[in-house]
T-cell receptor, first 117, second 112 residues
Framework: GAVVSQHPSWVICKSGTSVKIECRSL??????MFWYRQFPKQSLMLMAT?????????EQGVEKDKFLINHASLTLSTLTVTSAHPEDSSFYIC?????????????FGPGTRLTVL | SQQGEEDPQALSIQEGENATMNCSYK?????LQWYRQNSGRGLVHLIL?????REKHSGRLRVTLDTSKKSSSLLITASRAADTASYFC????????????FGTGTRLKVLA
């Protein structure tokens, strides 16, 4: 159990376009999903918290109008990078949970590599 | 904010040797996860260990957790070239939230 998928696994787009990334919990319902960003050779940095049925909360320094998050169901959250620019090129990873009743366990998707030309 | 820090930052060993990497964290946790990431690829979940567990095994992997020292270790036995990757520990954030904080990672290189 506890499988989280992301789609697409990689995407290349032109500067100025918008890109949507999906995060799905395949075998459990996730009331909370998180979105992370990873620059080359660095660790993962939390971008935002996505709660089902409510607005996402963003970490300091993350532009909410730039990174639109929608958590429409208990198994799906989407991250839309609007008007993407080359500096948005990065690896985006989501996590979903809670998986356990007693522990605040999150499980992570495989990630989406975004390249903006 | 809490952050896991892996030690060492980089490790280079010969195939067949064991690799040990450590993770330290700052606040109380109820679980800790280890992930592997191959260069340019996504995260692969290795092991989740809960606070009431001291040791956990999965194949050639052994994870220990010492909550009194706020540290965890990941041991890879009989390493293979395919184990070359970055290894991260991840710990839950503040109580009441589900945010996970990732450590800085250990870059492991296994030489054939």
């Amino acid at each position: 159990g506890a499988v989280v998928s992301q789609h697409p696994s990689w995407v290349i787009c032109k500067s100025g376009t918008s890109v949507k990334i999906e995060c799905r919990s395949l075998d459990f319902q996730a009331t909370t999903m998180f979105w992370y960003r990873q620059f080359p050779k660095q660790s993962l940095m939390l971008m935002a918290t996505s709660n089902e049925g409510s607005k996402a909360t963003y970490e300091q320094g993350v532009e909410k109008d730039k990174f639109l998050i929608n958590h429409a169901s208990l198994t799906l959250s989407t991250l839309t990078v609007t008007s993407a620019h080359p500096e948005d090129s990065s690896f985006y990873i989501c996590s979903a949970g809670p998986w356990g009743r007693l522990y605040n366990e999150q499980f992570f998707g495989p990630g989406t590599r975004l390249t903006v030309l | 904010s809490q952050q896991g820090e892996e030690d060492p930052q980089a490790l280079s060993i010969q195939e067949g040797e064991n690799a040990t990497m450590n993770c330290s964290y700052k606040t109380s946790i109820n679980n800790l996860q280890w992930y592997r990431q191959n260069s340019g690829r996504g995260l692969v979940h290795l092991i989740l260990i809960r606070s009431n567990e001291r040791e956990k095994h999965s194949g050639r992997l052994r994870v220990t957790l010492d909550t009194s020292k706020k540290s965890s270790s990941l041991l890879i036995t009989a390493s293979r070239a395919a184990d070359t990757a970055s290894y991260f520990c991840a710990t839950p954030g503040a109580s009441g939230t589900y945010k996970y904080i990732f450590g800085t990672g250990t870059r492991l290189k296994v030489l054939a």
